[in-house]
Structures are given as C-alpha cells and as structure tokens.
C-alpha cells in the first residue's frame, strides 16, 4: 500500500515551479467600518500592554525601518515608495509625512546604515539619503541594477539587511514548492557593500522576507515561511485539510554561513515534504538540514519582527527587564488554513540567546466570526523603546504597541 502512495506521489511531483492555488476570500470587515477610526478597542490585547494609533490612513503599509533621526520609514511595494514620518512632539503619534521615495516597483526590505537609508526591490538594491531634511531622498545610489538578481514570481519579496561589511539579502521560492538549487533562489546571499560582488551564505529557505541580527551579536536571525496543501498529495480530500491545518510550521532560524535549511525537502524539525518522499536522497539532505530555533504554528505568515535590544530598553524602561532579548513578531495570517490563524503581534521569548516560548500580545481578529481589523506586517523599536507594528489590510496603519502596567485597561489606546 505504501509503495501504492509513494509511486502516485512521485508522479505527481515535479521540479518545475508550480501554480499557485487561488486564495480563499479575506475574512471580512464588519459592514459600516469607518475607515478613518481605527477599530484598536476591538484588538484583543494582553494584560499590561496598551495599543494606540501611531500612523493612521496609509494604504497598503507594509515594512518599517527607522533611521538615527528617529524618522520612521515604511515600503509600500503595491505603491511604490516609502513615506517618511516624523513623531515632531514625541507623543507616539507621526504627525507629518513626505514621499522619501517613488516610481520603485515593489520596494520591500529596508536597512539603515551609516546615514543612509537601503532598499530593495524585487530584483535590485539601492541606498538612498535625505541631505536638506525635507523628508524626500534627494541622492540615491543604484547599488544592485535590475538585470543581475531574480525578481517577481510567486515569492518576490527581497529582505535585506546591512552590517559594516556587506549585506544579506534572499529571495523566496518561485513557487508554492520547488527545486530552485540551480538558481539563486532559494537562498541568503551577502554582497560586498559596492554591490559588486556576492557569496552564498546560506540555503534551503522558501520566503524568508526580514533578516536581522540578535542585539549584541552577529547572529543573523529571520523567519520562514511555510509552504501550502501539506496533504495535498497524500489524500486530503477538498474541504478537509487535517494534516495541512497544522503543517508545515513557520520557521525562526538562526541562519549560519553555509548552512541548509531543508527546501524544498523539509520542513520544520526535519520532516520530509510528501512531494520528494521518494528523492534518492532523502536522508542526507536531513542530516544537513539545520532545524528551526523555535517554529511558530503553521500559518500564521510571519513576515517581520524587531529584537527588543538590552541598551535600549534599559535607558528607555518601556518594558519590564523580562523583555529584553525578546523578539516582537508580526503575523500577517494565511489563507491556507479552515480556521483562519495568526493575525497577530506575538513576544518569543528567550533565554541564554535561545527562543523557549511564545505569548499572543495583540490578537486582531474575532474568532468568533472570523473578522479581521488589522493583518500585521512588520515590527520595528521606536526610539522611545515602544515597539510600532504595521497594518496593510483591511486599512493601512502603523500601531504603537507599549507596556502600562499590570493592571492597565490594555485594549484602549
């Protein structure tokens, strides 16, 4: 009977990218939403924690970065720019706004260093500075062009971090999964900071989208994204998704150089993917591949997160001392799950450098009837040591997430 399976397996696999499976419709908004005031009374927020409007009425906002000015910059791919924003009288809430950047089709990953602010787009990478303050770049360097990297397919978005020797950027899977070895999907490369010349740092991810180091180390950290239809091929029938409702998990590695994280092959702690259930090589490729720090439950799209960093948050005291270390992630929610899962503002927390557990802090659906008010994205600390998630569905916005204590009414702002 297994051997049955596998050879209909096999048959069904191939290497060749693959289409995507058409997404079920969003949960909905409730009828009559004003799109002007923000449904933050209907978050479900942790005891202790208090979430306000940090940034209301921005379409589509997606990635954030802050620059040492303590200008917010947030990448809007479906519109082409980042908008620069300014808190002017530090009240937690950015009162002005200029275009930083536009015309740059799906600017996503975003890193500032040394005075400058970089970005990258599907198949390029670019640095960018504002010399007369005025909130709009007025010089901006073509580090990477168009033409030298892989761009668009199924996974297009380039995450991009940079240090004092070069940067980390990947892109994702062509497909919902392949094999793209040959390619340079699929993979973490580090340029030399010029742009003029890579090297492999790591392998074996489908969509990582931020990577970022651990606050006080050079450990390069980033989530992955787990793939659809789990089941699909080993009898799942439509409408029935017990094996693919909780698998695979969404990954947060610890990315090392030369290291193999298991795509196509596995996922998660080493589990064989049904579609290369028959690969001559099975077994090697799992002794090579390096298992998740910590997985997240499946589905849950994680996309960006922020480290609260030890120094900030103790010249700050925006959170207990418990928080430091601790990473604050940004799930934006799958469609490829029965009940819809993720939707939040999650803590890892961490001891010793390691993840050990995870604590919902801001829930932005009803589970009751499957509305949703907000779809996160990203993280990022503000330098009052708050921590600003943003929104790009149903209405775009950036939140401010801080601690008030204990007994706080948590979910007003």
């Known amino acids: 009977m297994f051997g049955v399976l596998t050879s209909l397996i096999l048959t069904a696999a191939s290497n060749l990218p693959q289409p995507q499976p058409v997404p079920a419709a969003l949960p909905q908004t409730p009828g009559g939403v004003d799109t002007i005031k923000p449904d933050v009374e209907q978050f479900i927020v942790r005891t202790g924690y208090r979430v306000s409007v940090a940034v209301n009425e921005l379409p589509a906002a997606r990635f954030l970065e802050f620059d040492d000015k303590g200008t917010l910059y947030v990448s809007r791919p479906d519109r082409g720019d980042i908008i620069a924003l300014r808190d002017t009288d530090a009240d937690g809430v950015y009162e002005t706004r200029a275009d930083f950047i536009t015309g740059k089709q799906s600017v996503h990953g975003m890193s500032f260093h040394d005075g400058w602010l970089w970005f990258a787009t599907s198949g390029s990478i670019h640095r960018a500075r504002d010399t007369d303050a005025d909130g709009k770049a007025d010089e901006i360097v073509d580090v990477v062009p168009i033409g030298t990297m892989p761009m668009k397919g199924a996974h297009w978005w380039r995450s991009l971090f940079v240090t004092t020797d070069g940067f980390y950027t990947s892109i994702g899977d062509g497909a919902n999964i392949s094999d793209q070895r040959e390619t340079d999907r699929q993979k973490i ?225």
């Open 189 to 413: 490369w580090k340029y030399t900071l010029d742009g003029a010349s890579k090297s492999l740092f790591a392998s074996g991810i489908r969509n990582t989208e931020k990577l970022r180091y651990r606050p006080g180390t050079a450990e390069l950290w980033g989530f992955d994204h787990g793939s659809d239809n789990f089941g699909g091929l080993i009898g799942e029938a439509p409408g029935t998704q017990a094996i693919t409702d909780s698998n695979p998990p969404e990954e947060f590695n610890l990315y090392i150089q030369g290291g193999f994280y298991g795509h196509p092959f596995l996922a998660g702690n080493r589990v064989p993917r049904p579609e290369y259930i028959d690969h001559k090589d099975l077994p090697g490729l799992a002794s090579e591949t390096i298992p998740p720090e910590y997985n997240v439950p499946a589905h849950w799209a994680v996309n960006g997160f922020a480290f609260i960093d030890p120094v900030v948050n103790e010249r700050t005291k925006a959170f207990p001392a418990d928080h430091a270390g601790d990473a604050f992630i940004a799930a934006h929610g799958s469609w490829n799950s029965r009940v819809p899962v993720g939707y939040c503002i999650a803590r890892v927390l961490f001891d010793d450098g390691k993840p050990y557990g995870l604590l919902k802090i801001v829930t932005t659906i009803d589970s009751n009837n499957g509305v949703v008010w907000a779809r996160p994205v990203d993280c990022a600390v503000a330098p009052d040591g708050s921590v600003l998630f943003s929104s790009d569905a149903p209405a775009g916005r950036v939140y401010r997430v801080r601690w008030a204590g204990e007994a706080a009414g948590a979910d007003k702002p």
